[in-house]
């Protein structure tokens, strides 16, 4: 059988390993949060699973909605980025947390958050699963709930594609070099 399983090289996070850290992070935002009703903004595809099971770990008032937003082609040294899907929540007064699947350079979350400021957000923060450091990092505040740090090279699964496929994949795993070569 040609499953999906077979274009994986190594697991980078497991099953066991995702539930540990949404289990950490969830306890963590629950604390933090008590009593402000946040709304979780997971940007659109990647954040999906992360998503669904990071709020069965958080024990407090909130809602969640989505964006959908693509870094113009051409444009990246500005770090413009075009809305595919706004919100369906008023962003004035209330606390964001933004959740994300991996952050890189940073690029599209520096616009994100111009534009939840622009919008008047009480207090915009980000959880994000996966921190892959990169030298060129130009994101301008701190990522405050960090799910793990992981080493360069690409990953696939728990919502993260590969040419908008493997988001299916149930683990965080490395593609087979063959796979995006
Ligand atoms: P940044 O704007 O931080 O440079 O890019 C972050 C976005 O790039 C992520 O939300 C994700 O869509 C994509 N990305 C960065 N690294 C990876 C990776 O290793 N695998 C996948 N599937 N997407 C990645
Ligand atoms: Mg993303
Ligand atoms: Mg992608």
Same mark, same amino acid.
């Given at each position: ?26 306890? =963590? ?13 997971g940007l659109?595809? +990647?954040s999906?699973?992360?998503m ?14 989505f ?10 040294? *500005? ?9 369906? *929540?008023?962003? #004035?007064? =209330?606390?964001?947390?933004?959740v #994300? ?17 622009? =919008? ?32 360069? +090279? ?12 493997? =988001? ?14």
């Amino acid at each position: 059988m040609m499953t999906i399983q077979n274009d994986i090289s190594e697991i980078v996070l497991s099953v066991e390993d995702i539930e540990a850290i949404n289990t950490r992070l969830g306890e =963590r935002i629950t604390a933090d949060y008590e009593g402000k009703t946040p709304v979780l903004v997971g940007l659109l595809k +990647g954040s999906i699973m992360f998503m669904a099971d990071l709020i069965k770990h958080i024990d407090t008032h909130m809602e969640i909605d989505f964006m959908d937003v693509s870094s113009y082609v051409g444009t990246k040294s *500005t770090g413009e980025v075009k809305i595919l899907k706004d919100l369906s *929540t008023s962003v #004035e007064g =209330r606390h964001i947390l933004i959740v #994300e699947d991996i952050v890189e350079t940073g690029t599209t979350l520096n616009s994100i958050i111009e534009f939840l400021t622009y =919008r008047k957000a009480a207090s915009i923060e980000i959880v994000t699963l996966l921190d892959k450091p990169v030298p060129d990092r130009k994101l301008n505040v701190d990522v405050k709930y960090i799910g793990t740090k992981i080493p360069d +090279g690409f990953v696939v699964g728990y919502g993260l594609d590969f040419d908008q496929q493997y =988001r299916n994949l149930p683990y965080i795993g490395l593609l087979k070099p063959e796979f995006y070569s």
